[in-house]
């Protein structure tokens, strides 16, 4: 299998995968989950600085 046949069949599983996935929740009657409202990927994280011995 060549590494576009394999690119190709991986893209068709995620698209399958997706299918079911969006038909499960349309079967239960599910609202999408939303991303967490609390966590922005832009924010800066402060990483403290261990304390160095004198």
Do not use: S
């Amino acid at each position: 299998m060549t590494r576009y046949e394999r690119m190709k069949a991986q893209r068709r599983m995620q698209r399958r995968i997706r299918m079911v996935v969006e038909e499960r929740r349309m079967a239960l009657a599910q609202p999408p989950v939303p991303a967490d409202p609390a966590f922005d990927p832009e924010v800066t994280v402060e990483i403290p600085r261990p304390e160095q011995p004198i």
